[in-house]
């Protein structure tokens, strides 16, 4: 849960004042069992700074916590998408995200959600409520909320006012030198707040009656009594009853009831509204045009105050009117306002009739920001450039509800693809581009555009048909316009709808006329996006060196348009295909790039991804160990993450190595749960090969009819694949069961039908099994219950005295090792190349790191942790290939043990000593 969890310790500055006896209720309540829970109050008493405190008192109780902020949300799909945001779950891989918010829940064992500021969503949202609390039994809910939720198995909590007087004790007594015991918790806050906002100030001895008196004309509302507490070391707590009372008298009576609380609450905003100056109430009434917060440069260009924001932002600090944010490491300060004065001032922007030109500003600073980190996303500040997009979604969707223009509607929405299409939430993009759509105006390009884009995020989204409706429509309308940039990108989109529905021919023939329009247009952008998407179709119908070409090009192009997020994705697909091509090392070194810059960016579904193909890797080479704690380590993460598709496939790896390891009841109940899985996200490839898997282990146990069953569903699911490696490993998970029945008459035919099919995978160069580890993995797991050896080659033995290698390090013999050929790997043979030149020329001297990089990937733009890492995994594959004795890792970089001979040779025949 490293990654995952959520601390809710990030408390308000000041210190967290009473409520202990609350604190322990609802503690206990948790403990009995209770798993839906809402604090219910009326704004300003304090339900946020409540569930934060008792998440931080109470973490141990919990495997992780996280509080979703639905401040904003007003939909079931915003409830959704801002419990996904928190919860760090990608969304749009085919499934439903209320159900994969579920199983991630689920997967995340006992743990805690708190959902902040429900009540724009009381009467819409219980039935998604009830069905997470169905699908995570361990779940416990914790909900803030100014109504209750109205559900069967709520428990209501309604938090009242901090009192005034402690509990056996009189107002009397002096506050400065009383126990703690003899200070009301609300007395205590208002002191507590009021010394933060003068240093060494304290009440006199006899202020004690007065104090109490303020609390109670307050209501006992923290938030009230914050207001208050910044005027306290000014006017003292005579001058501030006074003009408290008067405020009061004239907004109205006061009852004890919720409502008046309320009351209460919006007579101290208006009271603290008073008290300030012309200046200072224009600034907190433009600053209520942010949503999710702002920085001084956003503040500078939307609140016009001549040139004074910060003395402004600094003034209503100091009055608890605005709040100043910790910020992230690296990213600039930033500030915001609580709901309820946000609401207020908004009203005051209203009446000092300054709201259309506050938005005008508002909208035209942030398009126009949104529009330099989008160009600046694909450059050497991506990373930056995402960031920014990420941290002002809210504002930006801002825009989308309010500018004054409909081309900056449209602007804003586009402007958050970059983040939204690649870790979602998917169905908040599809929103805000269906809301920015519905406004009248803007221009027919970005109307066009954002068609184009929602077609793909309806696609991200799992819906294919409204994903084909709208690329169908801007493909025919950019065609008519002219806009061959846009064509291209709808047909790109259109050929991926082809390729996740199974039809591999029509998603070539689009990505190739998709490819023709990206050049005419001259958008190497898009164009290397879909170089990589074609791959991913050219791999699926078998042709892999065609593959690993596009990719290789289609990385060369990421690099050069500093496309950082897919140079990740693209080398950790040609990766994938190295495993196929039994090119391990090589894989590996794929893999260590990706996960640098899946590192960087933060990219968890990246960082499991890569985990999981590691473990393959592993598997391969018969690592079982470290294969099987990569799986877990991956499901895991995919779990956590709620990407059942991902979850499944390496669910169904992780019980092959069960298989390997010869745990057949471990490996039957993992591919049962992996099917389970991967029937939920639709992937019936993969459910039929695991499908497969699982009727040899039934076979095993001796359950034939059950091995029988699972054959013929496998086989139903894959004939429609078009996949020729899985289709092939399912029919060798077939062999079993034909052998078993390989008697009488037809035993002759089902033992031909065995030996063929076992040839067929092993037959041509190169063989199927060597092109696909799939394949491989069926071909063990069908030789294993034929109780048949594996057939895997294996290398001669050499002699132990000498490191032997070419002149040009095409082939290496390690001393007492194998030869091992380099000759199509490139990055490691340029290392070894290297190192010998070195060895030779300068015996004990290491060769420098950098040097290293720079021979082993000449004239590459890369990251420079990206390069370290190639070159740990370089020397590491290195060692593993027979050099651990001899390559020694030095302070300034690398060296061959000068005491290994070392024997330069360009012509040592197959398997010679």
Not at 605 to 634: C, P
Not at 722 to 730: M, T
Not at 774 to 783: K, P, S, V
Request: aromatic share 4%; net charge negative; hydrophobic share 45%.
């Amino acid at each position: 849960m490293g990654q995952a969890r959520k601390h809710l310790a990030d408390a308000a500055p000041g210190a967290f004042i009473g409520r202990g006896e609350e604190l322990a209720w609802l503690a206990a309540r948790i403990d009995a069992g209770e798993r839906l829970i809402t604090v219910t109050g009326p704004g300003g008493m304090g339900k946020t700074r409540l569930t934060r405190e008792l998440v931080r008192r109470h973490a141990e109780r919990f495997d992780g916590a996280w509080l979703a902020d639905l401040t904003e949300v007003v939909t079931v799909e915003g409830l959704a998408a801002a419990v996904a945001h928190a919860l760090g779950v990608p969304t749009g891989r085919g499934e439903a995200l209320a159900d994969t918010l579920g199983h991630a829940l689920e997967a995340r064992g006992r743990v805690l959600l708190v959902l902040d500021n429900f009540e724009r969503l009381v009467g819409a949202a219980g039935g998604l409520i009830g069905a997470w609390l169905h699908a995570a039994p361990e779940l416990v809910l914790l909900v803030t909320s100014r109504e209750r939720l109205r559900l069967d198995d709520e428990l209501v909590f309604e938090l009242g006012p901090l009192p005034a007087v402690a509990p056996d004790h009189t107002a009397n007594e002096a506050p400065d030198n009383a126990p703690d015991e003899a200070v009301a918790d609300g007395v205590r806050l208002l002191l507590e707040r009021a010394s933060r906002h003068r240093a060494g100030w304290a009440p006199r001895p006899d202020d004690g009656p007065r104090l109490a008196e303020l609390v109670e004309r307050l209501d006992g509302i923290p938030l009230a009594i914050e207001l208050a507490a910044a005027r306290l070391p000014l006017l003292g707590p005579q001058t501030l009853l006074d003009r408290l009372s008067e405020r009061f008298r004239i907004l109205g009576s006061r009852t004890r009831d919720g409502a008046d609380k309320g009351r209460t609450l919006r007579a101290t905003l208006d009271w603290s509204w008073q008290l300030l100056d012309e200046d200072e109430r224009r600034a907190l009434a433009q600053a209520s045009v942010f949503r999710g917060g702002f920085d001084l440069d956003a503040a500078e260009a939307v609140i016009d105050a001549d040139g004074l924001v910060l003395e402004r932002l600094e003034s209503l600090f100091d009055k608890s009117l605005v709040r100043a944010e910790a910020p992230a490491p690296g990213e600039p300060a930033r500030f915001g306002l609580y709901l309820t004065v946000r609401d207020f001032a908004a009203g005051m922007l209203d009446e000092l009739g300054g709201d259309a030109a506050v938005r005008a500003r508002h909208a035209a600073w942030f398009v126009d920001e949104a529009s330099r980190r989008v160009s600046a996303v694909f450059g050497d500040d991506g990373a930056d450039a995402r960031r920014w997009l990420l941290r002002e979604r809210e504002n930006l969707a801002a825009v989308v509800e309010g500018a004054p223009e409909t081309e900056q509607a449209l602007l804003a929405a586009l402007s958050l693809e970059p983040v939204l299409s690649t870790q979602g939430p998917f169905e908040e993009h599809v929103a805000l581009l269906d809301r920015a759509l519905a406004r009248d105006g803007g221009s027919a390009r970005a109307r066009l555009e954002a068609t184009v884009v929602r077609g793909n995020a309806h696609r991200q989204a799992g819906r294919p048909e409204s994903a084909r409706a709208d690329l169908t429509a801007a493909l025919e309308a950019a065609r008519a316009a002219g806009h061959d940039d846009l064509a291209a990108r709808a047909l790109s989109g259109l050929a991926t709808v082809e390729l996740v529905q199974g039809s591999l021919e029509a998603a070539r023939v689009a990505y190739e006329q998709a490819l023709d329009l990206h050049r005419r247009a001259d958008d190497r952008v898009h164009e290397a996006m879909t170089l990589s998407a074609y791959g991913a179709a050219l791999a699926g119908g078998g042709d892999l060196d065609a593959a690993r070409e596009v990719e290789e090009r289609a990385l060369r192009m990421h690099r050069e348009a500093g496309n950082l997020r897919d140079v990740g994705m693209t080398s950790a697909f040609l990766g994938n295909l190295a495993i196929d091509r039994g090119h391990f090392d090589e894989a590996r070194l794929c893999f260590a790039d990706a996960a640098a810059i899946h590192d960087q960016l933060g990219d968890r579904f990246g960082q499991a991804f890569t985990e999981a193909n590691l473990a393959i890797v592993d598997h391969r080479q018969r690592a079982l160990a470290a294969a099987r704690s990569r799986y877990d380590a991956a499901v895991s993460a995919f779990a956590e993450l709620g990407a059942r598709r991902y979850e499944g496939a390496f669910r169904g790896y992780r019980a092959l190595a069960a298989m390997d390891e010869g745990d057949v009841d471990a490996a039957r109940a993992g591919f049962e749960r992996a099917c389970a899985r991967l029937r939920e996200a639709g992937d019936d490839r993969f459910e039929a090969l695991f499908r497969a898997h699982l009727a040899v282990a039934r076979l095993r146990g001796g359950d034939e009819a059950g091995a029988e069953r699972d054959l013929e569903a496998a086989q139903s699911k894959i004939d429609a694949s078009g996949d020729p490696y899985l289709s092939l490993a399912v029919r060798l998970l077939h062999t079993p069961l034909w052998r078993a029945r390989a008697r009488g008459e037809a035993a002759a035919a089902l033992e031909a039908r065995v030996r063929a099919v076992l040839a067929e995978a092993e037959a041509g160069d190169p063989s199927p099994v060597s092109q696909s580890a799939d394949a491989l993995f069926a071909l063990r797991a069908a030789r294993a219950a034929l109780g048949e050896p594996d057939e895997e080659a294996s290398e001669d033995d050499w002699p132990a005295d000498t490191l032997v290698v070419h002149p040009d390090a095409d082939w290496m013999r390690p001393p007492g090792g194998a030869r091992v050929e380099l000759e199509r790997r490139e990055a490691l043979r340029r290392l070894l190349e290297r190192l010998c030149q070195m060895r030779v020329d300068a015996p004990g001297r290491p060769v420098p790191r950098d040097d290293l990089i720079a021979r082993a990937w000449p004239g590459e733009r890369i990251l420079r942790k990206a390069a370290q890492n190639r070159l740990r995994v370089g020397i590491a594959t290195l060692r593993k290939l027979g050099l651990a004795d001899v390559l020694r890792t030095e302070p300034g970089g690398y060296r061959l043990d000068e005491g290994t001979p070392l024997l330069l040779w360009a012509h040592v025949p197959e398997g010679a000593s």
